[in-house]
């Protein structure tokens, strides 16, 4: 084995090669097939899309899992411990059980060149060509088309909301967006759509590979209900079910297109209707509207586009506070950082920005000039990392406050880290 602990194998990755990022499929399809030569024994769930797509993963799981299911997860990226991006049963995978697959993958390899996401997405699927589930789950990291994760080709895809993100590598509208999300859809396969107004790109595609396509508000619905909700498709009776545990009005939209994509699945994996009702009750979710109970409470939220905090921004204003609310802040540089910053100061009362641990991070004196270019707030104050930004909030609360932390990843990463 070329090193004996997790972090240097991972130190290892991020080095070898040229690029961070670099979409396509060739080299990882090439290490896979001398891997694994043959299908994956279990039938796969691939989930793609800008927003949501964590949560339907999550959701997914939980409701499987709630069956009776052994369940293989891959999601990216992590908040704490990169084992979080994959899981057996719900249970993060080991670093010894890591660093095998690893050892595996760097003999086979031989002279290809993997980087840091194809390396890990290699690992997730030997693990569970090892394991062998009941059913995998693949969350795609970057677009859908030339991802690591669509060298498996998914019994059932699934596409969340569509909006822009990433637009350096996708592209600038949601057409053309939309068209490297429908890279995941397989000819004659089903897929669900479980966002709104679906893009025509996306219905053409589907029409090109004779798709099965089910959309939501089309093919399949969903009404909520003060205490439950409703879910019914064009080929299946209505079911009544309770509020999913995961916070937000757009947990709907997704837990109905989990219901879909099961639906899809039943003949092969049943699932019953206490086992859904189990799973939607249970089902968590770290960084997404997670409230931490304290003196002050906390909400931590991963939101980093202006799709998803606009809906961060709502779910704010249905539940308010009797006093403030402060910011802990920090984004990367190639988000928009001014949509943010406009999509939530009608909900912020005292900001506190942040610089972040990775280098691509927003310096915090530029977003603290940024909020008050756009908001006139002359409550901010720009502190050298996430920690000092957490301790200054906790300073300056009292008694009815609530503490959001949000803007990215790395943001609330470290705020869990700081063990608040």
């Not at 990291?141 to 080709?153: H, K, M, Q, S």
């Not at 190639?334 to 009608?346: E, P, R, V, Y």
């Amino acid at each position: 084995m070329r090193f004996s602990t997790l972090d240097a194998w991972l130190a290892w990755q991020e080095s070898l090669h040229p690029s961070h990022i670099e979409l396509g499929l060739e080299r990882i399809a090439t290490v896979l097939l001398r891997l694994h030569a043959q299908p994956p024994p279990f039938p796969v769930i691939t989930v793609a899309g800008t927003n949501g797509k964590g949560s339907s993963v999550a959701m997914l799981e939980a409701i499987l899992r709630a069956a009776g299911y052994q369940v293989g997860t891959y999601t990216s990226p992590h908040l704490v411990r990169y084992n979080e991006r994959v899981r057996l049963n719900g249970e993060p995978v080991s670093d010894a059980l890591l660093m095998e697959s690893f050892a595996r993958i760097d003999a086979a390899r031989a002279e290809t060149s993997l980087t840091y996401f194809e390396f890990g997405t290699l690992a997730a699927l030997d693990i569970f060509y090892r394991d062998a589930p009941d059913v995998v789950v693949l969350e795609v990291g970057l677009g859908g088309r030339l991802d690591a994760v669509n060298v498996i080709d998914p019994t059932v895809a699934l596409i969340t909301s569509i909006s822009i993100d990433h637009a350096d590598w996708l592209g600038d509208d949601r057409e053309s967006i939309a068209i490297e999300k429908a890279g995941i859809m397989r000819a004659g396969q089903p897929v669900v759509f479980s966002g709104r107004d679906m893009p025509v790109s996306l219905a053409q595609r589907a029409r090109e590979l004779k798709a099965n396509l089910a959309v939501l508000g089309r093919d399949f619905h969903f009404q909520r209900r003060e205490r439950d909700w409703r879910w019914w498709a064009d080929t299946q009776p209505g079911v009544t079910l309770p509020h999913p545990a995961l916070q937000g009005e757009h947990q709907f939209e997704n837990a109905a297109g989990v219901l879909m994509v099961l639906h899809q699945l039943a003949e092969q994996l049943p699932v019953s209707l206490e086992a859904t009702r189990q799973g939607l009750q249970h089902v968590a979710l770290p960084g997404r509207f997670q409230v931490i109970a304290a003196a002050v409470p906390w909400v931590l939220d991963v939101a980093h586009n202006p799709d998803g905090i606009a809906r961060l921004a709502d779910h704010l204003a249905a539940t308010p506070v009797t006093g403030r609310t402060l910011a802990v802040f920090g984004m990367l540089q190639n988000k928009d950082a001014c949509a943010a910053i406009q999509q939530l100061h009608t909900q912020i009362d005292v900001w506190f920005t942040a610089n972040l641990s990775s280098p691509s991070g927003a310096r915090a004196v530029d977003l603290a000039e940024l909020i008050l270019q756009q908001t006139g707030s002359k409550r901010v104050t720009a502190c050298e990392d996430v920690e000092e930004a957490c301790d200054a909030a906790i300073a300056e609360a009292r008694d009815g406050d609530r503490i959001l932390v949000c803007g990215s990843f790395y943001t609330v990463a470290a705020a869990l880290g700081h063990g608040i």
